[in-house]
């Protein structure tokens, strides 16, 4: 079955600590890839996403991810984080020829200021 | 303004009764999806819709049915044989497979 894992439930840094949340999902073939964030209180916005070309994918707020084919990974990074990124991420994947979007369990970053 | 329309925002409902939450589109995208977030089990897919007339059933697709009879409509029943009805359910929307998908703000069920 098509799925996608977040290796993070919490993570807790301070400000100006570098990110890494992690994502492995399960497709064969091609897929799509995303990153959402859901601040506290707000919808679901896109940080970034990746069809196809560079694996490293860069985003809005200074989030970049990298796709690692051979690892069926897509991890998030952003080198210096803000108190303002307190959120919950969320990765998502749908194969390239198909609609049904996956989300992993997401992660719930806190960044003391 | 284009957008996901989700309402009511909260939704109290008695055990034991079926509720309808509403989803809106006029983004004009063909694409339509209901998921449901719990804390720490992220957002799981119930149902989705690629075409008018056309749905499939998604993870947990058990205790809840959809219609989607419009292009901009695509409404959630929980139905009294969803074990846990309490959560909070999203309804998304996107252009093709090869787009991101835009979320609305959520509708809060609680049954008591």
């Known amino acids: 079955a098509q799925s996608v894992s977040q290796h993070n439930h919490h993570v807790i840094l301070s400000e100006a600590a570098s990110l890494e949340l992690g994502c492995n999902y399960s497709?064969?073939?091609?897929?799509?890839l995303f990153w959402y964030v859901q601040y506290p209180g707000q919808h679901l916005q896109l940080l970034l996403k990746?069809?196809?070309?560079?694996?490293l994918v860069k985003g809005i707020k200074g989030f970049e991810a990298e796709f690692i084919k051979s690892k069926f990974s897509f991890n998030l990074r952003k080198p210096s984080v803000q108190w303002s990124d307190t959120a919950e991420y969320f990765c998502?994947?749908?194969?390239?020829?198909?609609?049904?979007?996956?989300f992993g369990g997401g992660t719930r970053v806190l960044v003391k200021p | 303004d284009g957008g996901i329309t989700q309402s009511p925002k909260y939704l109290f409902r008695k055990e034991g009764q079926n509720v309808t939450l509403s989803c809106e589109q006029n983004?004009?995208?063909?694409?339509m999806y209901w998921y449901r977030q719990d804390p720490g089990q992220g957002l799981r897919l119930i149902y989705y819709?690629?075409?008018?007339?056309?749905?499939q059933k998604g993870d947990i697709a058990e205790g809840y049915s959809v219609s989607r009879e419009k292009k901009e409509s695509f409404p959630l029943t929980v139905t009294s044989a969803q074990k846990n009805p309490t959560a909070f359910y999203l309804c998304?929307?996107?252009?093709?497979?090869?787009?991101?998908?835009?979320f609305g703000q959520g509708t809060r069920l609680t049954v008591v």
């Open positions: 998304a929307s996107r252009s093709t497979e090869n787009t991101e998908a835009f």
């Open positions: 497709y064969g073939g091609t897929v799509n």
């Open positions: 990746y069809f196809s070309g560079d694996p």
């Open positions: 998502a994947a749908s194969q390239a020829a198909g609609n049904k979007l996956t």
């Open positions: 983004l004009n995208h063909d694409a």
């Open positions: 819709s690629q075409i008018v007339n056309d749905f």
